[in-house]
């Protein structure tokens, strides 16, 4: 077996994409029917034998007697790029737990700082894959149970899809608990590794957990609501085959009480009433007294009251004088070049701050957040915790 060549250089294999964008595109659309001829692909390179056989070479397709398929590889790149993946993948999502607890160990027993440093770079990625690939998962579940539930013909097939489906989303339902669990045991790791970009990434990782969450109880109620529609469906074309079968043996009339549900059924008081619009003329409507009479008729009925055009009263002079209002704010980069100059913590700092008014507890708070949110990048998070009034606040100087 020979060895299939591989692409050295992102370079060579961007230039090989643009070069047969016509064909990947081509033989991308009929992925689904495994039946591309040689002949198609030959049309579309002018006839180049060596461009195909460059592809085969290169494991970009391979053939299959008179048969070219594009390798699985690079069906599910387009697929993932283009957001049409069709397959729910939930081992993808455990293999990344299980390399996210070997990273975390590895930070924690690892001594040198450029090393750990690493593991927490190593760590942060694979949160956002975690992140991003569970919602995914959950797009495509989603899309997965309508088209199951509205193309798929057979009632049988359809029950059952829609069933492996649902436990495709209680596998999900698992991995992000399994997810939150871990997180919440390691949460020594987390304490110690206080750069903003990991706190970022943590909080994007829960808000898409609990985006996730919400969506996969959307989707337990659209699958058991499927499911029962199948149901009733599946009663009604049995009982319909039943009546059929009877009517062609000529003995529904005795067996039935078909007749007499037809003889006394009535069903067009179910029937809306029907509304046909006339339009009237607009020359009639305001030449002919007639109509105007019908009209102010049906306006008093309506109780519509008649409204007079007549001139508006002129605007009073204080609606068009000019008022201000004086607000008072804070200048946060002045306080921010203040507190970078002295050596106090922040909460601190803006306890004590000489304001030109009054300030409440609850603005040094809410100044508190905005600056360390503001200028998380220059600022120094420390372990160490105080408590004033009843808050507790972390100590944060400046780096």
């Not at 915790?385 to 808050?391: A, D, G, L, S, V």
Request: charged letters at 35%; one cysteine or more; aromatic letters at 10%.
């Amino acid at each position: 077996m020979e060895a299939i060549s591989h692409f050295r250089t992102i370079e060579e294999l961007v230039k090989m994409l643009d070069r047969e964008k016509l064909l990947f595109r081509d033989m991308f659309e009929k992925r689904k029917s495994l039946a591309y001829r040689t002949d198609f692909a030959m049309e579309i390179v002018d006839y180049k034998k060596e461009r195909i056989q460059y592809l085969i070479d290169h494991g970009v397709i391979h053939e299959n007697g008179d048969f070219l398929e594009m390798e699985d590889v690079y069906v599910q790149f387009f697929e993932d790029v283009l957001d049409m993946n069709e397959e729910i993948s939930v081992s993808s999502v455990r293999e990344y737990i299980g390399s996210l607890k070997e990273n975390i160990n590895y930070c924690l027993e690892e001594n040198n700082e450029h090393r750990k440093f690493m593991y927490q770079g190593n760590v942060r990625k694979i949160l956002r894959k975690i992140g991003l690939r569970t919602l995914k998962n959950v797009v495509d579940l989603k899309r997965n149970v309508d088209v199951a539930y509205k193309q798929e013909p057979n009632y049988k097939i359809k029950k059952t899809r829609l069933k492996n489906l649902d436990e495709k989303r209680k596998g999900i339902k698992v991995l992000i608990q399994e997810c939150e669990k871990m997180i919440d045991s390691q949460i020594v790791f987390f304490r110690m590794a206080t750069h903003p970009e990991m706190q970022r990434t943590c909080m994007d990782v829960h808000n898409d957990f609990t985006e996730a969450d919400h969506n996969l109880l959307e989707i337990e109620h659209q699958i058991i609501d499927y499911i029962n529609q199948i149901e009733i469906q599946s009663a009604l074309f049995k009982k319909i085959r039943r009546l059929k079968y009877l009517k062609d043996q000529l003995t529904w009339r005795e067996d039935t009480n078909i007749a007499r549900m037809l003889e006394d059924d009535n069903p067009l008081w179910m029937e809306k009433r029907p509304y046909n619009r006339v339009f009237l003329s607009l020359d009639m409507l305001r030449s002919n007294e007639d109509a105007y009479a019908l009209i102010r008729k049906v306006a008093g009925k309506n109780r519509v009251r008649t409204l007079s055009r007549t001139e508006a009263e002129p605007l009073d002079a204080e609606f068009l004088s000019a008022n201000t209002e004086l607000m008072v704010s804070i200048n946060l980069s002045e306080m921010w070049n203040a507190f970078k100059a002295q050596g106090n913590h922040l909460f601190a700092f803006i306890k004590d701050y000489p304001y030109k008014r009054e300030r409440t507890l609850n603005d040094h708070i809410i100044l508190y957040c905005q600056m360390a949110t503001s200028h998380s990048d220059e600022l120094k998070f420390m372990d160490e915790y105080e408590t004033f009034e009843n808050i507790e606040y972390a100590l944060i100087y400046a780096s």
